[in-house]
């Protein structure tokens, strides 16, 4: 299957700083990728639906100034979690739809933990 | 939007016994249903999906059944070993709509040696 990376894979940060992440589709181009955020012991839940030259669409609840979602180009979508708190600590997962697949097939990053002290 | 519900959260069995975990959705468009399996801190890996022409599909030990009407699938594993303990998450998805996946709660498998 298609490969897509995340980096970095861990960070740790301070209250209030701001924290930038990237997915990337290794041998693909991916015109639409997805962002999800998993809680210990939870499911994935689907943030945004993230596509390339256009505005990011969020799920009714994620604040999109606080979650910020750039797609320049057909291999890299970032998130920056902005004014970072402790409450944002979480598993970030990006995933990505390879075009012209006749089905919904998604292929996902191996994820960012974000720990905000 | 989509709404997922999985049962059970968690599934106890003994080796060489059969899983099944069931899935219910309420969008009727919903046309795909990927099933994956994580690892604690890893990246869900998809084990089987169907789509909404197909009411069964098997994968050696795995199979997914669809009932459209009843809008519910479930996973099914056979001759279980330990290696497929991990948390399963089913997804419903619709191409009309934009492909996002909407997730299950999780099941949390333990397969006893």
């Known amino acids: 299957g298609a490969v897509v990376s995340q980096h970095p894979s861990r960070v740790i940060c301070k209250s209030g700083t701001s924290v930038k992440i990237e997915c990337r589709s290794l041998?693909?181009?991916?015109?639409?990728m997805f962002w999800y955020r998993q809680f210990p012991k939870q499911s994935l839940m689907l943030m945004a639906t993230s596509n390339e030259g256009s505005k990011a669409t969020y799920e009714q609840g994620v604040e999109k100034d606080k979650f910020l979602i750039n797609h320049a180009s057909l291999t890299l979508s970032t998130l920056t979690v902005t004014s970072a708190h402790p409450e944002d600590s979480s598993f970030y997962i990006c995933?990505?739809?390879?075009?012209?697949?006749?089905?919904?097939?998604?292929?996902f990053g191996p994820g960012t933990r974000l720990t905000v002290l | 939007g989509e709404n997922v519900e999985q049962h059970p959260s968690t599934l106890s069995v003994q080796e060489g016994d059969s899983a099944v975990i069931k899935c219910t959705y309420s969008?009727?468009?919903?046309?795909?249903f990927p099933w994956y399996k994580q690892e604690l801190g890893k990246r869900p890996q998809l084990i089987i999906d169907i789509r909404s022409n197909v009411g069964e599909k098997k994968d050696q030990r795995i199979a997914v059944t669809l009932n459209k009407t009843a809008k519910h699938f479930s996973l099914h594993i056979t001759e279980t070993q330990p290696e497929d303990s991990a948390v399963y998450f089913c997804?419903?998805?619709?191409?009309?709509?934009?492909?996002?996946?909407?997730f299950g709660t999780g099941t949390s498998l333990t397969v006893i040696p």
């Open positions: 997804a419903a998805s619709t191409a009309n709509t934009g492909n996002q996946f909407y």
């Open positions: 995933s990505a739809r390879e075009p012209g697949l006749t089905y919904n097939e998604q292929f």
């Open positions: 969008d009727s468009a919903s046309n795909y």
């Open positions: 041998d693909f181009q991916a015109t639409t």
